[in-house]
C-alpha cells in the first residue's frame, strides 16, 4: 500500500496529481493559489499556481520529476517565493511579479514579453518607445542613437554619419575640416578644397607647419611663402608691391 502523500493545508492525497513545494511543505495547486500565491504588481490579481514566472531577461524552465512505477510526481522546488510551473507565463523584475500581459511598455501600452525593455524612474519602456521618446537624434539622418555616436559642434551624430564629404571615410577618430558646413578628411580637403598658395602652389589646409594665410585680391599665400620675389625677405604685416603675379618689398620694388 503507498504511503499518504498529502496536501499540507487541506490533507487531500497528491498522489498523481500537481501540487507546489514552498518552504518544505507539499501544497496543492488549490491551496497554493488561495495561500499562498504572490500578487502582480500591476492588476493586483493573484499570479496563481499553473503559471510560470520569468525573471526578466532569464527564461526560467519548468523542471518536473521523475516516474516512479504507476505514480508520477510532478512538482516544483521554489526561489524566491516564485513557482515554475507549466501555464501562463509571469515576469519577476526587481523582486516583483507581474502577469505578462500586465507588464507592459508605459508608451505603447504593449507587454514586453521577452523583449529587451529600458526603465525611467518606476516607468518601463520597449527599446523602440524608449528610443523615439528619449534617444538623441542624428544631427544628419535624424535617426534616434542608440549606442557609441559622438558629438561635433554640439551636436550628435551617429558614428557611421560623420563621413568625408568626397570620399565617404568615416572620420571619427581621424583628423578632419570643416568648409560651408560639409566635413571633409584632411587628403579630400586638400584635394578638392583648399585655395592653393600663389607662391609654393600647395594646398592651404591650415595643418601641419604655418597655419597663418595672407589673402590679397584673388591670391592667398602660406604666411611663411609670402616672401619677396628678389631678395626673400618676409612681408607679412610689412609693406609691398605685387607686379606682374609677384609681390616685392618697397625697396626692391623700385629697382625694377
Known amino acids: 500500500m503507498t504511503d499518504r502523500f498529502d496536501c499540507y493545508y487541506c490533507r487531500d492525497n497528491l498522489h498523481g496529481k500537481k501540487y507546489v513545494k514552498k518552504d518544505e511543505k507539499h501544497v496543492c495547486t488549490k491551496c497554493f493559489d488561495k495561500l499562498c500565491a504572490n500578487t502582480c504588481a500591476e492588476c493586483k490579481r493573484p499570479i496563481g499556481a499553473d503559471a510560470k514566472v520569468r525573471a526578466q531577461s532569464f527564461l526560467l524552465y519548468s523542471c518536473f520529476g521523475s516516474q516512479k512505477g504507476f505514480l508520477t510526481r510532478i512538482f516544483i522546488d521554489f526561489s524566491l517565493d516564485c513557482c515554475f510551473l507549466s501555464g501562463s507565463q509571469n515576469v519577476e523584475y526587481k523582486n516583483k511579479l507581474w502577469h505578462e500581459e500586465c507588464f507592459t511598455c508605459f508608451e505603447c501600452k504593449q507587454p514586453i514579453r521577452t523583449q529587451s525593455f529600458l526603465a525611467k524612474g518606476d516607468d518601463i519602456f520597449c527599446v523602440p ?25 554640439d551636436q550628435p551624430w551617429h558614428s557611421e554619419c560623420f563621413v568625408c564629404q568626397t570620399c565617404r ?30 607662391g609654393c602652389k600647395n594646398p592651404i589646409t591650415g595643418f601641419g607647419h604655418g597655419t597663418n594665410v595672407v589673402n590679397y585680391e584673388q591670391y592667398s599665400w602660406h604666411e611663411y611663402c609670402f616672401n619677396c620675389k628678389k631678395c626673400s625677405l618676409s612681408l607679412a604685416n610689412k609693406r609691398f608691391v605685387f607686379n606682374q603675379d609677384h609681390i616685392y618689398c618697397s625697396d626692391c620694388a623700385k629697382k625694377l
Open 169 to 198: 571615410k568615416p572620420l571619427a577618430g581621424s583628423r578632419f575640416t570643416s568648409h560651408e558646413n560639409h566635413v571633409y578628411c584632411v587628403d579630400c580637403y586638400k584635394t578638392d578644397v583648399a585655395k592653393k598658395c600663389h
Open 129 to 153: 518607445c524608449h528610443d523615439k521618446k528619449f534617444a538623441k537624434k542624428c544631427f544628419h539622418c535624424k535617426q534616434a542613437i542608440t549606442s557609441g555616436g559622438i558629438s561635433y559642434q
